[in-house]
């Protein structure tokens, strides 16, 4: 008979690592270092006015803060030029930023991001344990997702 909580055990294991991973790799459990704001990025002006005290990597950081920028000014796009190497590049994954649009700017759309993103995890961490328990394989190949 196969084990219906194996894909929520799988979530939760996959979603303990994460978290872990992202506190070990934060060096601490500041929101912002999700983002990875680069110091020389576009977006950095635009991220710290919202957030003065955002943790700043080197380089032009990752696609976190384009997302953030996305979802601050949706549906009004235009507002990210000048903040964005390519409006409508980044624009074309408008789904997550969309989603997560009428979260108010600052730390509470930076929660949402983390939260969304965890979500996503959780999710892909259960599809995979149904579908490794599918295949008469154990449910901790869903929680390698995490």
Do not use: C, K
């Not at 990875?36 to 950095?44: F, H, I, L, T």
């Not at 635009?46 to 032009?60: N, R």
């Not at 549906?75 to 030029?81: M, Q, S, V």
Request: proline share 5%; charged share 15%.
């Amino acid at each position: 008979m196969p084990d219906r909580r194996a894909p929520f055990r799988a979530a939760a294991v996959a979603l303990v690592v994460a978290v872990a991973a992202a506190v070990f790799d934060m060096g601490g459990f500041d929101l912002t270092q999700f983002l990875r704001v680069g110091e020389q990025a576009w977006a950095r002006d635009f991220v710290e006015a919202d957030l003065p005290d955002t943790h700043v990597v080197p380089g032009w950081g990752h696609d976190g803060q384009a997302n953030y920028v996305l979802a601050a000014v949706f549906p009004d796009l235009a507002e990210a030029d000048g903040y964005l190497d390519s409006v409508t590049y980044r624009s074309r994954r408008i789904v997550y930023p969309a989603l997560l649009s009428w979260v108010p700017r600052g730390m509470p759309l930076v929660a949402a991001m983390w939260i969304v993103n965890l979500a996503a995890i959780a999710g892909a961490a259960a599809a995979l344990a149904a579908l490794a328990r599918r295949h008469r394989a154990s449910w901790l190949v869903g929680a390698a997702v995490g």
